[in-house]
């Protein structure tokens, strides 16, 4: 058979690899996607795994959510790029009802999970970014594909990782001495992966300060609603509604994380209405809309009804219960740990142990993950993965996939949590310890393993 001349001449040329754009190319992985695969994969080998490096809300799709998706599934057509009127509308009275918002569904826009949300909005506005230390692992990477320099904010790790107006004032003269332009402040409150929350006055404090640098605050408050119940979740956008923008999806609260349903309450001012309209050229460019029959379900979600109420006041109970269980074995084995106020999330702090942890080849909290792993069978993530020096001994913990065992059938599973939820109403309020203590053999492993590690480290010395 004869070759076509012009195959012969593609033939002909020099063959190499596929050029990567530079903001791209040797990019990892997302590190809490890249530990949970790791899990995965230890677990069909059949190694024991305690995980607590992924943190994901487990719990049963409520019941009225599953019925409005069954009743939607043959909605097939695309829905408007910023998402279903009554879903925009949905939100837009939830946030106002349930956290003092001024919002309007003409600036709430709606994507396919807040992290796609997150992007769209780091692409639209101008500026380079300060980010708290430690912060979400997603948060640095989208500002740099976005063109942004990313600039530290430092926090107090003795006072539940505080940001304070001090330490941004620093991190703005130190940004602007190397010649950046920082526009824009991303917070997360409640905080992934410290489980912290701004108390009323620092949010206050924050967003005065930001008010008078002219910083657009981008607060991503998708842990908002699980609050433990001892501090209030208050919002910056509370004291700044002009220019912060607070975002959230369907993923923590209503353990919904697969269904990929983000939004973002814009500013309800003629600035905020320019964000949108730039927010749809580029979403409509990206992803055109999200998944129409999970938009309509999600109306049933933020009607937030006398049952879906309930389901998320349980789940956070449960959530805060399981978080202060951990963290009261940890700190009674010696370790450093900020009472978390939100999320399932613990941040300790292992550098009184370092030098017994350096004698074993581990002086980085990657080491420490590492070691963890291959050791003691405990997946957790480092702190060098959220922004922090890689000699910070500090790691996150996730509690949430230690509600029931790993390896039950999916029925069984469901079983269980279900009657988890059915039980927190007898947790306290506050997150506090009470008689009541819930069924969490996973998560009495994992104390227990973790606190024989401590224990196989020796007396721990006063190094800071």
């Not at 918002?101 to 396919?112: E, H, N, Y």
């Not at 430690?134 to 942004?148: D, E, H, I, M, N």
């Not at 304070?164 to 602007?176: I, N, V």
Request: hydrophobic content about 45%.
């Amino acid at each position: 058979m004869t070759v076509p001349q012009t195959h012969q001449r593609i033939q002909g040329t020099i063959a190499g690899p596929l050029d990567l754009n530079s903001a791209v190319a040797g990019a990892p992985v997302s590190a809490t996607l890249r530990m949970n695969e790791a899990v995965a994969a230890r677990r069909a080998a059949r190694q024991r795994t305690i995980h607590l490096g992924f943190g994901e809300a487990p719990f049963p799709l409520p019941i009225p959510l599953r019925e409005e998706l069954a009743r939607a599934a043959t909605r097939t057509e695309y829905a408007p790029v910023l998402g279903l009127p009554g879903l925009r509308a949905a939100i837009a009275a939830y946030l106002a009802r349930t956290h003092g918002l001024a919002t309007s569904p003409a600036t709430t826009i709606v994507g396919p999970g807040s992290k796609a949300v997150l992007y769209a909005l780091m692409r639209a506005l101008a500026g380079d970014v300060l980010l708290p230390t430690p912060s979400w692992v997603s948060y640095a990477p989208q500002a740099r594909l976005a063109g942004k320099r990313v600039f530290p904010v430092d926090t107090d790790p003795a006072d539940h990782h505080r940001m304070t107006r001090a330490s941004l004032e620093t991190a703005m003269q130190a940004a602007h001495e190397t010649g950046g332009d920082p526009r824009l402040l991303v917070v997360n409150t409640p905080s992934n992966p410290t489980g912290g929350m701004f108390a009323a006055d620092d949010a206050e404090e924050i967003a005065i300060w930001a008010r008078g640098e002219g910083v657009t605050i981008l607060s991503d408050e998708v842990y908002a609603e699980l609050a433990h119940g001892w501090r209030a979740h208050v919002s910056p956008a509370r004291f700044y509604s002009e220019r912060t923008i607070v975002t959230g999806g369907m993923s923590k609260a209503f353990s919904a994380g697969g269904w990929r349903l983000g939004y973002a309450a814009l500013p309800v001012t003629a600035a905020g209405e320019d964000l949108v309209a730039a927010v749809r050229s580029l979403a409509g460019e990206i992803w055109s809309s999200a998944a129409t029959p999970i938009q309509q379900a999600a109306i049933v979600a933020f009607t937030f009804d006398d049952a879906m109420e309930r389901f998320v006041r349980r789940s956070a109970r449960i959530h805060a219960h399981a978080a202060a269980r951990l963290r009261s074995a940890l700190v009674a084995a010696g370790v450093r740990c900020p009472q978390p106020a939100g999320a399932f999330y613990l941040y300790p702090d292992f550098v009184p142990w370092r030098d017994q942890l350096a004698a074993r080849g581990v002086t980085t909290s990657a080491d420490l993950a590492n070691h963890l792993l291959d050791e003691w069978d405990i997946a957790t993530l480092p702190a060098s993965d959220f922004g922090e020096a890689p000699d910070a001994l500090r790691l996150r913990l996730a509690t949430s996939m230690l509600y029931a065992p790993a390896d039950a059938a999916p029925a069984d599973q469901e079983t269980i949590l279900n009657r988890l939820l059915e039980q927190a109403d007898d947790l306290p309020a506050d997150g506090a310890s009470g008689t009541t203590q819930l069924a969490l053999p996973a998560l009495d492993e994992a104390a227990a393993q973790l606190a024989a590690f401590v224990a196989a480290q020796g007396t721990s010395s006063s190094a800071t």
